[in-house]
């Protein structure tokens, strides 16, 4: 019988493999290296093959250290007791352990493990609360076991840098709640680490929006935190207070700040220089920001009925009214916005600022013609 040369042989064999579909482990490579030759290929070469053929693939979970290992999620799910100390600090991650742990729900269980081998919060270059946080918005904690909410807590506390507003957003959202997670941020009240003027942000604007008539929340405004101040920038991913309430439709938080202040109807604040105010009435009015799009109508009549003006133009867009925005974006409102009367200024208000009964004044005469 005719034998192929050992080259070819191993062509075929190449070939062989790329029709596999990626099924490229050792064990495949020997299968084939028995069928290429009659004589016995060493060892070496299967090697070489085996190298060039998964050259670029993740490296195999043996060949991690026990800490990668732990932290990828490819590797199947962690054993507990498996982590070596010598491996703490020699990881291809890339990033601190902890903060990797903290940010992935799956990898949570390695967090008790990590801290009590040594990990420490202080060496991440991102506090891993603040990771946790930003990447994770109000998941159930049910399931969670009671090391893993120690573990938590143990991050809050033992790290400064965790005192954040989208830390306080995610400590004080229902599902946090409900795990008990929020008893962090009494602590961190009673220790003096939400004292005002001492943060660059505001506690208040941080705090979820279904937890503003909680106890802590009067307890903040007590302390001498105020809503006015939750209205200038802050470093943060999480949205302020106030649009995270009108984006929820959380009727009652956002009577909250309109009670304490009432100009947000109208207009809210950029956070930073490089932004325009924008209105809430033109907002809800996007397709896309409402969480609940069938509260939309009920949001519009919310608004009108606490001085929500549809004649007001638009910062981005002077030559656009809130009214007019509706007819464009051809929304059923639209209609219940053209008939709404622009609203008469408080007396307070003119008291305080007379300008603004000229503006008013203007718009009326603008939208009904001068009497």
């Known amino acids: 019988m005719n034998r192929l040369p050992r080259w070819a042989a191993l062509a075929a064999a190449g070939l062989t493999l790329l029709t596999l579909g990626g099924c490229t482990t050792t064990s495949l490579v020997l299968g084939v290296a028995g069928i290429a030759t009659d004589t016995s290929m060493t060892w070496e070469v299967v090697k070489h093959v085996h190298g060039k053929l998964t050259e670029g693939d993740p490296r195999p979970c043996a060949q991690l250290s026990s800490v990668d290992r732990a932290l990828n999620p490819r590797c199947g799910e962690f054993v507990p007791g498996s982590l070596r100390t010598a491996d703490m600090r020699s990881t291809s991650l890339g990033e601190c352990p902890l903060t990797v742990a903290a940010r992935d ?106 937890y503003l008539a909680s106890p802590f929340a009067q307890a903040l405004e007590a302390a001498g935190h105020r809503a006015a101040d939750a209205l200038g920038g802050y470093v943060g991913e999480r949205s302020t207070g106030f649009e995270e309430a009108l984006r929820t439709s959380d009727w009652a938080a956002l009577d909250w700040w309109l009670a304490r202040q009432p100009q947000l109807v109208n207009r809210v604040p950029p956070r930073r220089g490089d932004q325009l105010a924008w209105l809430p009435l033109a907002r809800v009015m996007l397709p896309s920001f409402l969480a609940y799009p069938d509260s939309r109508a009920d949001m519009v009549g919310f608004l009108l009925a606490r001085g929500a003006d549809p004649a007001q133009r638009l910062p981005a867009d002077p030559g656009q009214t809130v009214a007019g925005l509706a007819i464009k974006l051809k929304s059923p409102l639209a209609g219940v916005l053209a008939a709404a009367p622009s609203p008469e200024p408080s007396s307070a208000a003119l008291a305080t600022a007379p300008q603004r009964m000229l503006v008013v004044s203007a718009r009326r005469a603008e939208r009904f013609g001068a009497e």
């Open 105 to 210: 729900v799956r990898l949570w269980p390695v967090l008790p493990e990590l801290l009590a081998k040594g990990a420490e919060a202080q060496a991440c270059a991102q506090a891993p609360l603040v990771a946790l946080a930003q990447a994770n918005d109000c998941p159930d904690l049910a399931t969670t076991s009671a090391d893993v909410k120690r573990a938590i807590a143990t991050l809050a506390q033992g790290d400064s840098r965790a005192v954040h507003h989208d830390v306080v957003r995610w400590l004080s959202c229902p599902q946090s709640r409900a795990a008990g997670l929020d008893a962090t941020l009494d602590a961190w009240l009673a220790s003096g680490a939400l004292t005002p003027g001492t943060l660059g942000f505001s506690p208040l604007g941080a705090l979820h929006p279904s």
